[in-house]
């Protein structure tokens, strides 16, 4: 069985099965604060279930990954969505799976266009975080509150995951 896997380009409608693309491009979108500011609209659903749930706000920084990426684990998270939004004009790698009978099924890749961000739906098997070419800050909105929020899933042998020919390294 081939293993190798080529992100592709990060749509809309390429990625509407796995989640919501985060980004402007043909946004619900409105003049607000005197028309001096156009807000782009409802472009993600944040979820959070369980015990003493919130959506919360935050930033991290991670360091780029060597391609191909060897891609041995994926997770999700039960209770809540996560997204991802980057904030330098950078791409970055999106790893998503349906789920499977027997844990999550063969894995997509995307690359985003710098900008893009993404949001998965609770409980979608999804990749970390994988900055390309260099170090990049991101915003997170997630959930927080009680239970184990991360389920993790390593398969018995690793995806390859390249870049496209043309990919901004």
């Known amino acids: 069985m081939d293993r190798t896997i080529v992100a592709k380009p990060?749509?809309?409608?390429?990625?509407?099965?796995?989640?919501?693309?985060?980004?402007m491009d043909g946004a619900n979108r409105f003049p607000i604060n005197g028309g001096k500011t156009e807000r782009h609209h409802d472009l993600a659903t944040?979820?959070?279930t369980g015990p003493n749930a919130r959506v919360i706000?935050?930033?991290?920084?991670g360091q780029p990954?060597?391609?191909?990426?060897?891609l041995s684990m994926v997770?999700?998270?039960?209770?809540?969505?996560q997204a991802f939004i980057p904030l330098s004009p950078r791409p970055f790698v999106v790893v998503v799976c349906h789920d499977g009978p027997d844990g999550p099924g063969e894995p997509h890749a995307f690359l985003t266009k710098p900008g893009q961000g993404i949001n998965y739906p609770r409980n979608l098997w999804h990749g970390v975080l994988t900055p390309v070419g260099q170090e990049q800050d991101f915003l997170i909105v997630d959930r927080t509150g009680d239970g184990s929020n991360l389920e993790e899933f390593h398969f018995s042998h690793p995806y390859e995951i390249h870049l496209p020919q043309d990919a901004d390294k």
């Open 65 to 70: 990954y060597e391609f191909p990426l060897q």
């Open 57 to 61: 706000v935050s930033m991290a920084r």
């Open 46 to 48: 944040a979820e959070a």
């Open 75 to 81: 997770e999700r998270h039960p209770f809540g969505s």
């Open 10 to 23: 990060l749509t809309r409608e390429a990625f509407a099965e796995f989640g919501d693309v985060i980004d």
